[in-house]
């Protein structure tokens, strides 16, 4: 037998009020839009698709843009104006797109968090996370100055003012917005290199963030992306994107329809001391990036999945299907059939025991007296599941006769239970295997 050594996996099931919360606002999405289709368990997937939506419209925005000091303005306001059903609709996907990757993405971090995934095994996707934030953040700044509008000069000012709060410069950024002579065209040069280039770090870090994660999810179903497609199409064409007047140092923006999801920051720096903003954003970042290691009660370290090579012929599913890659295949060490062995690596490992549902060796209908399979859970075994819903069928009676598996991690089933319903409780249901199904319904 074989095992890494153990360490603590996930947290125990998050119960707090806003968690609950979010489950309840999840019931209500699954009632709208179908549980296969719900926004709010695909939040990560979701994002993905905006930033494809961001990639394909800007690319052909870029095409159309001119980084002329004088051609800025006009190239973005052309857009809307000159070619309104496919440069002004691009546009305006690019923006709705942008905003609701923020806030998709904020979204996610919530949800993370009110679910507890953020300490043991997931430490690395979250910690990993918190720096997209500022990319994508970033991100959107700049590209409100390529517009070179009143928008985005207040956005530029700002920013400026923002950055000369840190010891960085030998000179003020916002001197080189004191009056008009003073922005040329290597500022709109430099801005699209931005606008492009952290996009292409934050792509890079979100394939660092689902490192740790077997098959993560990056495209929604195709029904919820496509709706979500569709509703950004609608909200383009029924409230496209334009141009404010054109920028112009020597005159105050004046009243701005403003962007809240990527600029609402600038007016706290505004209006507060920027070094308190710098002072609240970093410490926030800090937190974040130290939330893993912060809890103050720690959970309860479980055994980790425990291979039995008498049982194991190396096929190897058990490694296809953790959602952690915390099994690994190697060369077989006792001389038995099979080429290879699984490990199990306990760092990360979930104790959620999906490996034990995909042996093969995990099946009911085996003679032995003692179901033992070639990788299983110590704390909660395959034949103690197997001697539960024995029991559990034997104590079913009248003509519907129901059987329930349940997740110790979610919904409690146990209220289910009564003569004519049979419930049995799993580490998690991805450990039930197949074969119990059609066990249950022989009986």
């Not at 603590?8 to 119960?15: K, L, R, V, W, Y």
């Not at 690019?94 to 979204?107: E, I, N, P, T």
């Not at 096929?315 to 099994?327: E, M, Q």
Request: glycine share 8%.
């Amino acid at each position: 037998m074989h095992v890494a050594r153990q360490s603590p996996p996930t947290s125990a099931p998050p119960a707090g009020l806003g968690f609950r919360a979010f489950q309840a606002l999840e019931s209500l999405f699954d009632r709208a839009f179908g549980s296969a289709n719900n926004p709010l368990r695909h939040l990560g997937a979701l994002s993905f698709l905006f930033f494809w939506v961001i990639l394909a419209s800007g690319i052909y925005l870029y095409v159309f843009f001119d980084t002329g000091v004088k051609d800025a303005y006009q190239s973005v306001a052309a857009l809307s104006l000159a070619q309104p059903w496919v440069g002004g609709v691009l546009r305006s996907l690019h923006r709705y797109a942008s905003d609701a990757f923020l806030a998709v993405m904020l979204l996610h971090l919530l949800k993370e968090y009110l679910a507890g995934h953020y300490t043991g095994l997931r430490w690395f996707s979250w910690v990993s996370g918190v720096p997209l934030i500022w990319l994508a953040f970033a991100s959107g700044v700049v590209g409100f100055w390529l517009a070179w509008d009143r928008l985005a000069q207040f956005a530029a000012i700002a920013t400026a003012e923002w950055l000369d709060a840190l010891p960085l410069f030998s000179e003020p950024l916002v001197r080189n917005f004191l009056y008009p002579e003073s922005v040329n065209d290597r500022f709109f040069t430099l801005a699209i290199f931005l606008h492009i280039g952290v996009p292409l770090f934050l792509l890079l870090g979100a394939w660092i963030h689902v490192q740790r994660i077997g098959r993560p999810e990056v495209s929604p179903p195709r029904w919820l992306a496509g709706g979500t497609l569709l509703t950004l199409i609608a909200l383009a064409l029924v409230r496209p994107v334009v141009s404010h007047a054109p920028a112009d140092l020597a005159m105050l923006p004046g009243e701005l329809r403003f962007d809240w999801f990527y600029l609402g920051i600038l007016p706290a720096a505004n209006g507060w001391t920027a070094t308190w903003v710098w002072g609240a954003a970093g410490a926030a970042t800090l937190l974040l990036s130290a939330l893993p290691w912060l809890r103050l009660r720690r959970p309860v370290p479980e055994p980790v999945a425990r291979v039995d090579l008498a049982n194991c012929n190396g096929c190897g599913r058990c490694a296809l299907d953790c959602p952690y890659n915390a099994i690994v295949m190697q060369p077989r060490s006792d001389g038995r059939r099979g080429p290879r062995q699984p490990l199990v690596l306990g760092d990360l490992c979930a104790s959620c025991g999906i490996c034990a549902g995909a042996c093969p060796s995990s099946t009911p209908f085996r003679s032995a007296e003692e179901l033992i399979t070639g990788i299983d859970m110590p704390q909660f075994t395959i034949g103690e599941a197997r001697e539960r819903m024995s029991a559990a069928l034997e104590r079913l009676s009248g003509e519907a006769k129901v059987l329930v598996f349940g997740c110790e991690c979610a919904a409690d089933v146990a209220a289910l239970q009564h003569p004519g319903v049979a419930v049995v409780n799993l580490l998690c249901t991805g450990m039930l295997p197949p074969s119990f199904i059609e066990y249950a319904l022989r009986a």
